[in-house]
């Protein structure tokens, strides 16, 4: 069963268009467990009833015709219960509703199996039989099996529907009825622009077909990418020989290169390429087809060699990519950008480009791609988990970063609406520049200081004209990240002196290194099951005082005669931690004075992210000079939420009560010890929930440039009392629903609606 499961799956994967999948299904399912019908249906939201979208058994002449209401047949009861039934007499059942033209008559067995993704009920999968016996428990179980891993291929080939082919498909002939794909807010902003797919690591099998201009280059990549992985294979089979590998091991490149220079693959390619498609695509219709040649084999080697061609094709066409990477030609001011992931440096250099937006199909609002297309100000939608991302290349989108909504080939009145947003936005941000010198001062008259946060020397620009009266974050990672190697004491004091020097005499606060979780050093990887609960942050650095040290006479060198500079301490669990730091920041300190430096002793923070230190506030206070909440992964480990996962992402609330309750605790127990607090994290940038830390009483607040101005904004037109009264209520609410809302009309209420969509 395993073996027919991962072969339907297969198969179904590697097939784009949505009513061909069905069929898939429905055929090799029935085949595998001997039933006499197998048929789809899928649930219509528009229509609230369930189509037959695809049978095997029943009368295929019907097949998008026969639908049948919410809340009739036994369809529709299976979705409702959502739960698998399984009968010996369906039409003895008195939900049982007789479709004759479908030539049900004969047919008596029935188990049907709720397709449901992410707690929604999309479809239902159903196999009859002739005679009056229920399927066997195993059955039933294949068939969940199947149902609940073949939710995601339908949902994604269910979004490939709305996706014209080439993009000069008429935008108006696109149904109109489709909804659009939810992903999760990563920058604020809206885009309304094209999409260029990125290819970066995507499997052959998702690469979209695309006109071609030139057919002889298409040949010619084709051919040159064929040569290198030819020459690559040889000399990889020469090395593995020369290493001792017995021949027959190494024969499998024999057959490669032979398949390499089959005439079917190569001739065939090329008449597709000759036939207007582009070399990728031309070069994935070729490998597909193969693959299915064998595939539809049972002999266990010959499944064998349609792995081998997969292989094959997909490192031609890794070859292909390396000849375009980034299509920087194709990039303009109504690009967006449509990827899996994107790296940080590619970031940057696509940033370049004044480009629209960006849509990713992982990440979440907190993973650091999101934390720096905020920085720069790039609308961003991420964790996408359906975005068919090579299908997407050339087609119209509106990417909506404050609702994490991603509009595909869009009808006019979206476009329009948001274009309008677009203008809105503009005047706001005009309204916006002119507080830049005013302070963040309440209605009562409390100041509550913006910092900041930031990791790029050429951040610092956009954070002073921002108004920011400081850096209250300065992730010291990058520097480290874009390295092949650790960065020695000068080279790190060069950069911190950068920042320092630009923002004297107003304070800076540098982060020490917080590497592992998802932030990973290519010269010193990390491999760990669970990286966030491991080796990170000051864990790796207390267990490498060299490391640490460097950096710590660094920041203390760099802040000779600026005397700017603040020490902050990530990832602290225990206080024990704080102490063993604070002694080597003095033993650096120490040395430095010993070497002839004259420098002042800087503050020094931790950060609160571990949920062990919330309760042990009073006495980490007593400690130090400052504390900053690390909001984004105080509520990963409070809620037990991977940051950057997006099947998980609605978890990840930071109105959640039990994050509001631990951060006025902080709060409250530091300020028992004199101790100022600020919010470092996300959390700060959203107006919504900066309203509540005001009425916590938080210190000051650092957040990106982009999103400090209208935290500003709220901060001038409302009032800590107030503010404080908003707390009270929300700390007895149920959940970050409610508490959402109240919010919202309180801030309505006070003419401030714009924030809430500009924030959220
Ligand atoms: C945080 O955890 O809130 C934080 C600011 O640190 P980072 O996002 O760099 O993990
Ligand atoms: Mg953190």
Redesign the pocket.
Known sequence: MLQTLRRIVQEVNSTRDLSLVLEIIVRRVKEAIDADVCSIYLFDENETTFTLMATDGLNSELVGQVQMAHGAGLVSLVAQRADPLNLDDAQEHPRFKLFTSLNEECYHGFTGIPITHHREVLGVLVAQSESRVRFSQDVVNFLVTIAAQLAGSIINAQATRQIPVYSTQDVSKIRQDYRPMSGQPGSSGVAVGKAVSIASSVSLGAVPDRPVENIDDEINIFRSALESVRKDIKSLSFQLLSDGLPTEDVAVFDAYLLMLDSNTLIESTINKIKRGNWAAGALRETISEHIELFGEMDNPYLQERAKDIRDLGQGIFNQMQGINDLPVDKLSNDTIIVAEDISATLLAEIAKINISGIVLKSGSR?S?VA?LARAMGIPTVVGVSELPIMQLDGSQLVADGYSGKVYISPPEHIIKEYSRLISQEKELSQELRELTDKPATTLDGINIPLYA?T?LVADITPSKESGAEGIG?Y?T?YPFMIRQRFPGEEEQSKIYGEVMTAMAPKPVVL?TL?IG?D?SLSYFPIEEDNPFLGWR?IRVTLDHPEIFMIQLRAMLLASKGLNNLQILF?MISTVGEVEDSIKLLERAYDELLAEGHKINKPKVGV?V?VPSIVFQMRRIASIVDFV?????????YLMAVD?NNANVAELYESLNPAVLIAIKLVIDEAHKENIPVSV????AGDPLAALLLVGMSIDSLSTSAASLPRIKWMIRNCSQSEAQELVEKALVMKDAYVIKNMLTNSLEKKGLGGLIRAGR
């Open positions: 907190t650091h934390i946060n990791g974050l992730r990672e982060r917080d979780g932030k942050g990530p950060m992210e900053s909440i690390g909001t984004n992964d105080l509520i990963q940051r470092c994290g996300e959390m």
